[in-house]
């Protein structure tokens, strides 16, 4: 299967106002699909390849702007709890799921 013939197929799992986002990778054509796919507000995005420089800047502003990012964390173990909130729209923010390793690695013991 050609990646372009994943979009459509994706397009039909989101939920409402959900988005494809098409990213960093090599893509063949997307195929003709139905406009009843990007019913109820469904979005098809690409994001632009940045360099290292790029994402650099882009956190400096971020920072001068007073851009904070709103996240909640869950244990390896519970992220399919993380899931089930994520497809109930009852997540504030972005759900990060940290593993064993990273949270012994961070300190964080509690």
């Known amino acids: 299967m050609q990646i372009g013939a994943l979009v459509p197929a994706a397009l ?11 990213a960093g990778i090599p893509m063949s054509d997307i195929p003709i699909f139905a406009y009843a ?11 632009a390849n940045l360099t290292r420089e790029d994402g650099t800047s882009f956190f400096e502003v971020a920072a001068r702007s007073g851009l904070r990012a709103v996240t909640e ?5 519970q992220a399919n709890v993380a899931l089930d909130r994520l497809r109930k729209g009852t997540l504030t ?3 990060v799921v940290i ?4 949270d012994a690695a961070s300190g964080n013991h509690g």
């Open 37 to 47: 796919d990007l019913w109820e507000e469904r979005q098809i995005l690409s994001v």
């Open 73 to 77: 964390t869950f244990p390896l173990e």
């Open 99 to 102: 593993s064993p390793q990273a």
């Open 12 to 22: 039909t799992l989101v939920c409402k106002r959900g988005r494809v986002v098409c």
């Open 93 to 95: 923010g972005a759900a």
